[in-house]
């Protein structure tokens, strides 16, 4: 796909995983294939590439967000476990010190899984330095929308005052018609499996490094 195709806020509201009715856009940056031990070290963000703004059903996109969480909250709470160890007078640092280290594996491993799920794209480029990405693992669904959308978006170009804005409604001439076929979601792949919330792994690194720190007091004034 062209990189304003990727960017397009006219994209058919397809998960690009599951092949669902999206709930947002998610987004992406798509690095080339011999830059990605690169973006591993740097971060993504970090490096020139193309950023693509993707439809996501719930799950798809609650685990990634999940996993920023998980990582920014087991990277805040290892620094910290550490200094405390480090500057501390009289601290018990040898839990302190296994603590930063299980904060640091945990922020480390949530990184690794979510790098790994979030580059499934892969930057070209042509002669001309004209960049394109190629998808992996996108479900046909998706695939047979974005067909269906460039079908659509060309004959707008064609004639545009037949059409909306947005590309999801055509005027026959007597009513507006949808663009997309009603079906697509009943036709869609489901996945099933525990869905967890943001708040609920928010939730959940609280409550362990509050007992963390409550048998870390108990040591300390004991």
């Not at 830059?35 to 719930?58: D, H, Q, S, W």
């Not at 409604?169 to 997309?180: L, R």
Request: some cysteine.
């Amino acid at each position: 796909m062209w990189p304003a195709e990727l960017q397009s806020a006219t994209l058919p509201r397809i998960c690009v995983k599951t092949g669902q009715t999206a709930a947002r856009r998610y987004t992406f940056n798509f690095v080339a294939s011999d830059a990605l031990v690169l973006a591993f070290l740097l971060g993504p963000i970090l490096m020139p590439g193309v950023k693509a703004r993707l439809p996501l059903a719930g799950w798809p996109a609650t685990k990634l967000t999940g996993l920023v969480l998980v990582r920014a909250l087991a990277g805040i709470s290892g620094g910290a476990c550490l200094l405390a160890a480090l500057r501390l007078p009289g601290a018990p640092w040898p839990l302190l010190l296994v603590a930063g280290v299980i904060s640091g594996a945990v922020a480390y491993s949530s990184y690794l899984v979510y790098f790994f799920q979030a580059q499934f794209g892969e930057v070209h480029r042509l002669r001309n330095g004209e960049r394109w990405v190629r998808l992996r693992g996108i479900h046909p669904n998706f695939v047979a929308g974005v067909e269906r959308w460039r079908a659509v978006r060309e004959a707008a170009l064609r004639d545009p005052s037949s059409y909306s804005a947005d590309l999801r409604w055509h005027w026959n001439g007597t009513q507006w018609v949808g663009t997309q076929p009603a079906d697509t979601n009943e036709n869609a792949a489901r996945r099933l499996g525990w869905h967890i919330a943001w708040w609920q792994a928010a939730a959940g690194m609280v409550i362990i490094w509050a007992i963390l720190g409550v048998l870390a007091w108990r040591q300390f004034h004991g």
